[in-house]
């Protein structure tokens, strides 16, 4: 069974810092491109970040440009987005996703396989 299990997620003041896994089991993902999506109450789920299989590409949205990093670990089959000078308009629910091939794309129905997601709050 194919899972992706996002952790890190909390709580912190504006201006602060934290550090998003998403750990994937059940087949490797190493030759497949890899996301991070958010989702706020009662907003529809927007693009966060991407990388490709090799991690030689990375796409941000312009939202998060310069404050958000994301990489990769193949031989552990983890994703990360480390998410500096948080902002209260950060707040939201945190998905890793696996695109089906070695693409990565910035459209939520282009990943087949997504985490349960984890809860990022950022308060003023």
């Known amino acids: 069974q194919v899972q992706l299990v996002e952790s890190g997620g909390g709580s912190v003041q504006a201006g602060g810092s934290l550090r998003l896994s998403c750990e994937a089991s059940?087949?490797?993902?190493?030759?497949?491109?890899l996301g991070w999506f958010r989702q706020a109450p009662g907003q529809e789920r927007e693009f966060v970040s991407a990388?490709?299989?090799?991690?030689?590409?990375?796409v941000y949205a312009d939202s998060v440009k310069g404050r958000f990093t994301i990489s990769r670990d193949n031989a552990k089959n983890m994703v990360y987005l480390q998410m500096n000078s948080l902002r209260p308009e950060d707040t939201a629910v945190y998905y890793c996703?696996?695109?089906?091939?070695?693409?990565?794309?910035?459209?939520?129905?282009?990943?087949?396989?997504w985490g349960q997601g984890t809860q990022v709050t950022v308060s003023s």
């Open positions: 996703a696996a695109s089906p091939s070695i693409l990565i794309f910035t459209t939520s129905p282009k990943y087949d396989y």
């Open positions: 990388i490709t299989w090799s991690g030689g590409t990375t």
């Open positions: 059940g087949r490797t993902f190493s030759r497949n491109g």
